[in-house]
């Protein structure tokens, strides 16, 4: 896994006393920092290599707290979503914020972390017979910084506290070091997205390998950490088939079925302003070579009858490998869910009722 390190910090005059913003300058003393009136004069298209070199530490204003992109034809889970930060070091050629965040690509972290987590603990009290699912990865990594923000002091011990909270951290990394010896309750679930070792070195630059991730999620799952497992994206690459049985077997070699909280499946889907970027940025990569097409969504994917072959393939891996642990797809429309699962959650809440099950109290 390839490091952190900016060229540049810029820092909100709102946040520079806050221990976030303390924890992060103190970890770069040679790095140059500026402080800033405007955190919006860094809202500029930069070129996406050079933006993730700079790294703004600001102020999350509004509601952090918002439902994960799971609408209309999809199955939903009700998965919330929260951001302490936006864009990723890491370089996967199929990586969607590249273009979400291409007028705004500066590696940002809010270091208001207090007010977050009061306003996510105020919606939990307003809603105290919903249990919620609120992960913290959908516009950046959960813990390729932690090393540098130590983040996870903050949010593990919160999500302990509550009782109608399960906490999703997700991730590409190998950072868990500073989860070890958190009082967690197991109100944190910490999850892996997983791909084929060939998959990653082709498609998933900078991400730490099969065998870092692997590792670092034997070390939570042996500190008593809820483990979770996103096949996600498949990749319809070259020997696909075998390299994902492969893979089940090296996860199942690691982890045993009661460490796994869920497994989620999910194919390749970018925004058809990705294309130009991936043939820009990353000219070797494969990705394109598939049959990809545009969908209802505004989504670009593989073939229906391609996905379905990936989802059975891996769900009955999955199934055997992992037998008794639920799995689902993410962001599935109810054809390919009929298809795949020959049953379809009825409800909204059904899917999410299935997988809270494991941590009813
Ligand atoms: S790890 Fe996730 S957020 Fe980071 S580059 Fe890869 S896909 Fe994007």
Redo the contacts with the bound molecule.
Sequence with gaps: MCPFIPSAIFIDKTVRDLPLTRRVINHFPAIPVTEIENPDILKEPFPATSAKKQLLITRFKGEPVKPCQGMGDYVCCNYMTVSFGT??????T?????DYLKNNPAMTLYANVDEILASIERRLVQNPGRQFRIGT?E???SL?LDDITRLTGDLVPFAARQDNLILELK???GCVDNLIGLNHRKKTVISW?LNPQKFIDDE?Y??ASLDERLTAARKVASAGYPVALHFDPLLALKNWSDEYVRLVQQVREVLRPTEIAWISIGSLRFTPGLGKIIRERFPKSRLLTGELFPTEDGKVRYFREIREELYSHVKNLVDSAFAGVPNYLCMETKRVWGEVYKNIPETKGALEAHLAQQFAC
Excluded at 87 to 92: A, K, L, V
Aim: aromatic share 8%; glycine share 4%.
């Design positions: 864009n990723c070091h890491f370089e996967c199929y990586c969607i914020l590249q990865g516009l950046a990594d390729a991730t590409k990394s997205s998933e900078k991400t």
